[in-house]
């Protein structure tokens, strides 16, 4: 699987997935993995591991699963995600390694927990208890973590973090 993102405002970053069975809602985080050099000492390197939340509770079509679905994210969003964790070094070149993509399923209990507990934004601020247990309080519900490890990015994505105005100043080479 390579990921694509270029430079162009109509170019979206695309999640695609098969729902699980009894899966409610899902999350996708990439882990964009770069690494750092030195330009006064190039054996000065280091990696570093950014967590992009790609998307966050997104809802499945039914609990019945293995139906296909697709998160569609602005391109801008990757770009502006990059610029937001780097700094701009002058004596840093920064090489865009590779990426890993963890996709998090939850149960419906689980869901409708996390959604009942959501940051109240009006004046009530007490939360009604929710549990699914019997006779005490709790929560029996499942998460699955999916995993795709170790993938690379395009050589058009290389080039865009170049070219691209929020991220041409944190100095990313292509090689």
């Given at each position: 699987v390579g990921l694509i993102i270029t430079n162009d405002e109509n170019f979206k970053v695309v999640g695609l997935y098969q729902e699980g069975k009894y899966a409610r809602s899902y999350d996708m985080v990439m882990r964009i993995w770069i690494e750092e050099i030195n330009n006064e000492d190039s054996a000065n390197r280091r990696a570093l591991a950014l967590d992009w939340t790609m998307f966050q509770g997104q809802r499945t079509q039914s609990i019945n699963g293995f139906r296909e679905s697709i998160a569609v994210i602005p391109a801008a969003r990757f770009f502006?995600?990059?610029?937001?964790?780097?700094?701009?070094?002058?004596?840093?070149?920064?090489?865009?390694?590779?990426?890993?993509?963890?996709?998090?399923?939850?149960?419906?209990?689980?869901?409708?927990?996390?959604?009942?507990?959501?940051?109240?934004?009006?004046?009530?601020?007490?939360?009604?208890?929710?549990?699914?247990?019997?006779?005490?309080?709790?929560?029996?519900?499942?998460?699955?973590?999916?995993?795709?490890?170790?993938?690379?990015?395009?050589?058009?994505?290389?080039?865009?973090?170049?070219?691209?105005?929020?991220?041409?100043?944190?100095?990313?080479?292509?090689?």
């Open positions: 502006t995600f990059i610029a937001s964790q780097l700094d701009e070094e002058a004596n840093v070149r920064r090489r865009l390694l590779g990426f890993d993509l963890y996709t998090y399923g939850v149960g419906q209990d689980l869901h409708t927990y996390i959604n009942v507990n959501e940051p109240s934004i009006g004046i009530v601020q007490k939360k009604p208890e929710y549990t699914n247990i019997e006779g005490g309080f709790g929560i029996f519900s499942s998460r699955h973590i999916d995993r795709l490890l170790n993938k690379n990015f395009d050589i058009r994505t290389r080039q865009a973090l170049q070219e691209n105005e929020k991220t041409s100043p944190l100095n990313f080479v292509t090689y």
